[in-house]
């Protein structure tokens, strides 16, 4: 597990911009800050002043003082960072966006259907055009504005134009189904759609239309819908009331001014969506200045982004690297956006992609290099990846044989930076360090300025073991709230509610003796049996190591006063589950942690269900093999898939 993997050359370390701005606060403040792991305890120490410096070093653009930095500290929730600013997100976005620069802002690929590029005076103007119609139609500062879009540049648009007048944003992507939309949308009333005609995913196009027509008649709050062409040239918009199609909008709108709206800090900017597989999705509302200041620190400080690299991140509208993703462009980035399958049409795309542009960040998830792995993708023979710096790896824990992987099959000299937060937070606990060693099947860091600690059951800090990861004074990323909560009851039961005045966050993790992270899942699915815990991760390891197995999901049955390990796996499509195979993966397990791992039942399945975001969802399958009813299947990419667990014969002995 301990092995070092990478060192940054000391050029790189001298270069990173974590080294500089250690070195301007060692100077502002007059502190000994050897390096980065003496530069995260004096940010979680001395918090205050922490972010006043990122303020400063990345050159915020706002009204008013920057003191107090914060008010209530002592209090989460309820502690007020920069109480007296006011900022707009998007002005500080944009920064970089000039009308008539003609450089790549936005460079897009759907599949190997559509290319684009839009450059920074396009973007700008397309902003200020949305914007200005915005305004022109009566949209004001707390309203919200939908989007049921692809990962493409007019989402980013509406999304900042939204930003822009003070609204919020949220968006969902368009494989959802009807419910699934109303289930998000209809909780916070928006006043503005907007959508693609359809998608196109694994070579198929796929219409959106008929879904929006259908679930409009029940959101009765959208004043206005407006369409983006990508499918097709000419949508018919005929069954859409009061619909438009976006790019007739902008073009009566050209030569408008950009305008910014300047808020309050705790400006609602975001409304984001938990993964809704336990009942109806919690509305979860982000700020204004919390999201800009962790993602500016997470982008410039973690991630080593700066003015001309070219980031990447593989993700949809639904799930948060997108709305982490597009804040590259406040630290001078083109960011390169895909949608459609990650392995259309031959499996290569996204590293076609990172060569043709010249990819600096590549962010994906943990399962894709999984996925790559087992199907013997190799990009450091077959892909110029010169340019790269950094492969950003998110959405479930990484495990120790995919740092092997990358090292060995996609680039040798590169930061692997794992990073894991969540939809909470619209960012990480923990993540990346350009100028530290990348340790096997560790994070990096934990995130400056996050004071994040591993508690045991009785609630102490630990080192060296398994415990929960919490989070012992606040950041300014915290949710504003949650919708319709005006107590604020729900929030608090969300996050507080085991640890009053302290952040739970649900994982599963370890602080490793080099300051590092292991996440060994969510502890809401940890598996306990004789009283045991276990975190799922642990198991995934061995068995996805396996090479007859495609992937795997394991869950905790109730049984005779117990709990006993179920594994499910799904197998390549020539091999069966025989006695001998079973033997393998139990000796497998075995062998590499305890007997307590090794499960009491394997079970083959042809799919495994999981979350839009690409996530498989444990607690959704336990709760079927219980006879429990899944409340919302409309969150599920494939809810067919969870009738494969319903009653089992090999679960009844």
């Avoid at 990173?16 to 980065?36: E, G, I, P, S, Y």
């Avoid at 969510?522 to 045991?532: E, K, T």
Wanted: hydrophobic letters at 40%; a negative charge; one cysteine or more.
């Amino acid at each position: 597990m301990s092995d070092l993997l990478w060192q940054p050359s000391e050029a790189v370390i001298a270069g990173a911009n974590m080294t500089k701005f250690r070195t301007q606060v060692a100077r502002d403040w007059q502190v000994n800050l050897h390096d980065t792991t003496a530069l995260w305890q004096w940010s979680v120490d001395d918090i205050e002043h922490f972010w006043l410096s990122l303020w400063r070093y990345c050159d915020v653009i706002g009204d008013g003082p920057h003191q107090p930095v914060l008010a209530d500290g002592d209090k989460m929730p309820g502690a007020q960072f920069f109480p007296n600013a006011r900022i707009n997100i998007a002005e500080n976005l944009l920064r970089f966006s000039k009308a008539g620069d003609s450089s790549d802002a936005l460079v897009f690929w759907g599949e190997d259907k559509v290319k684009r590029r839009v450059s920074h005076g396009e973007l700008h103007d397309s902003v200020a055009a949305l914007a200005a119609h915005f305004r022109g139609i009566g949209l004001k500062s707390g309203d919200r504005v939908a989007g049921f879009v692809p990962n493409m540049p007019e989402s980013i648009m509406g999304a900042f134009a939204a930003a822009s007048l003070g609204c919020a944003w949220s968006s969902c992507s368009p494989d959802f189904g009807v419910q699934g939309v109303l289930d998000r949308f209809g909780q916070i009333e928006p006043r503005i759609l907007i959508t693609a005609d359809g998608y196109w995913y694994n070579g198929k196009s796929h219409d959106c239309l008929e879904r929006v027509a259908e679930f409009l008649t029940k959101l009765p709050s959208v004043e206005e819908v407006l369409v983006i062409p990508y499918i097709s040239r000419n949508p018919d918009l005929s069954k859409l009331p009061n619909a438009r199609l976006i790019g007739d909008v902008i073009a009566a709108n050209k030569g408008a001014e950009l305008r910014f709206e300047r808020v309050p800090f705790n400006h609602p900017l975001y409304i984001m969506f938990s993964s809704g597989t336990t009942g109806v999705p919690k509305c979860i509302v982000h700020g204004q200045g919390g999201t800009l200041l962790q993602h500016l620190k997470e982008h410039r400080l973690h991630s080593d982004v700066k003015p001309g690299d070219r980031v990447f991140y593989f993700t949809t509208c639904g799930w948060m690297m997108w709305n982490w993703l597009i804040s590259g462009l406040g630290s001078g980035a083109t960011l390169l956006l895909y949608d459609g399958s990650p392995f259309a049409p031959d499996g290569n795309i996204l590293w076609d992609f990172a060569q043709a542009e010249k990819c600096t960040f590549f962010g994906t998830s943990a399962k894709y290099i999984d996925a790559c792995a087992k199907a013997g993708v190799d990009p450091i023979k077959t892909h110029d990846l010169s340019a790269m710096r950094t492969i950003g790896s998110t959405g479930s824990p990484l495990v120790p044989e995919g740092f092997d992987y990358v090292y060995g099959h996609i680039k040798k000299d590169v930061c692997l930076s794992s990073l894991s937060g969540g939809t909470d937070i619209v960012s990480c606990f923990m993540l990346g360090n350009p100028a530290g060693p990348v340790w096997r099947g560790e994070i990096q860091m934990r995130g400056l300025g996050m004071k994040v600690e591993v508690w045991d059951d009785e609630g102490k800090p630990v080192r060296g073991e398994k415990g929960e990861l919490v989070c012992t004074r606040p950041f300014p990323c915290m949710p504003v709230g949650f919708w319709n909560d005006p107590d604020g009851k729900r929030y608090k039961a969300a996050y507080f509610e085991r640890y009053p005045n302290v952040w739970h966050h649900g994982d599963y993790v370890e602080l490793t003796e080099h300051d590092g992270i292991v996440v060994y899942g969510r502890s809401d699915a940890v598996l306990n049996p004789g009283g045991v815990r276990i975190g799922t991760a642990e198991i995934y390891r061995q068995v996805e190591q396996l090479p007859e197995i495609l992937e795997s999901i394991v869950i905790g049955q109730d049984w005779q006063g117990d709990v006993r390990v179920i594994l499910f796996v799904r197998l390549r499509p020539e091999l069966k589950l025989d006695e001998k195979l079973e033997k393998k993966i139990r000796n497998q397990i075995r062998a590499n942690t305890t007997p307590r791992h090794v499960p009491a039942k394997i079970v083959a399945v042809n799919d495994i269900p999981r979350t839009k975001s690409g996530k498989i969802v444990e607690l959704a399958v336990r709760d079927v093999v219980h006879g429990k009813a899944v409340k919302n299947k409309e969150a599920l990419a494939n809810p067919e898939a969870l009738n494969l667990y319903a009653n089992l014969a090999e679960l009844k002995s």
